[in-house]
């Protein structure tokens, strides 16, 4: 109906391509324009200006023989000021990107390895970019961002990588536990050490107080009972102790069985025995 009456519209964002018999001859802005037919004037068609998206997936080989598919988002857009370019010189704007990105992905990872091609991409996306924005630039596109926004190897590939990840995180995870196993054991051996001083320590002391302890009472003892010797004394605290100690172990409901000689000759063996040593512990102080 708008050809009929010569008029025309142009949306936003989109420019119109106007011919008069068969050959260029304006670009139309947003809005309504008029159109004589009859003087040959006709609308060839339209050219949007919004930004597109093309994701590009691209299989290659590494470095190391790896296969992947790297996908590449490319951003572009037509320049309002080349429409003419952009309308007549590309019959195919997305196979022509499309070729560009296969041509410079082929031509950079081959050169790097696979965990090269993960730490690179960035400098990978910059070269796909600078490629299409000299080509395209010709052909009035302009190429708003180029990403790398997937690499993915082969299946096999991936199943391993994170098996050797998995593998080397135990390996970190064993060697830690091994090291506190081994902190762990030696301040076990450092407590028991010092327990088993400690312990001596008081064992010697007790064994010195015992003597210590004796002595003032053979000293006291002969003293006080005048015409009693220090053997005398010393045979009474034995019987005694020997007597004590009987009885502690017929009262003890749990305490094992124990044979030891009970008679009064045995008394008497077991006293001389203990007199020397007590005796001997002296005279080495």
């Known amino acids: 109906m708008g050809n009929l009456f010569c008029c025309v519209q142009v949306d936003q964002s989109t420019v119109a391509i106007r011919e008069r018999f068969g050959k260029f001859d304006d670009v139309l802005e947003p809005g309504c324009h008029c159109l ?3 003087l040959g004037s006709q609308l060839a068609g339209h050219l949007s200006l919004r930004l597109q998206q093309l994701d590009v997936r ?7 023989n790896v296969f992947v598919n790297v996908v590449a988002s490319i951003q572009y857009r037509a320049l309002a000021d080349k429409a003419n370019d952009a309308f007549y010189k590309l019959s195919n704007t997305r196979t022509q990107i499309q070729a560009y990105v296969f041509d410079v992905i082929r031509a950079s990872v081959p050169k790097l390895n696979l965990d090269d091609v993960f730490e690179q991409k960035n400098e990978i996306a910059k070269a796909v970019e600078d490629e299409l924005e000299k080509a395209m630039s010709a052909y009035g596109y302009e190429i708003v961002q180029t990403l790398i926004v997937d690499i993915e190897p082969d299946e ?3 199943r391993a990588m994170n098996e050797i990840n998995a593998a080397a995180r135990l390996r970190v995870a064993a060697n830690e536990k091994a090291e506190a196993e081994k902190i762990l054991q030696i301040k076990r ?3 028991e050490a010092e327990s088993k001083y400690l312990s001596g320590l008081g064992i010697a002391r007790q ?5 210590d302890g004796l002595r003032d009472s053979v000293l006291g003892f002969s003293v006080n009972v005048p015409g009693t010797t220090a053997k005398d004394v010393m045979d009474m605290v034995l019987v005694t102790q020997y007597f004590d100690t009987m009885k502690e172990i017929g009262a003890a409901s749990k305490s094992s069985a124990v044979f030891i000689p009970h008679g009064p000759g045995a008394v008497r063996d077991v006293a001389t025995q203990i007199r020397d040593g007590l005796l001997q512990a002296s005279s080495h102080q």
Not at 58 to 64: L, Y
Not at 207 to 211: C, E, G, K, T, Y
């Open 36 to 38: 004589p037919w009859f």
């Open 207 to 211: 064994r010195q107080a015992i003597v």
């Open 58 to 64: 691209c299989e290659t080989k590494t470095k190391d």
């Open 189 to 191: 051996a450092e407590g």
């Open 156 to 158: 096999h590939v991936k």
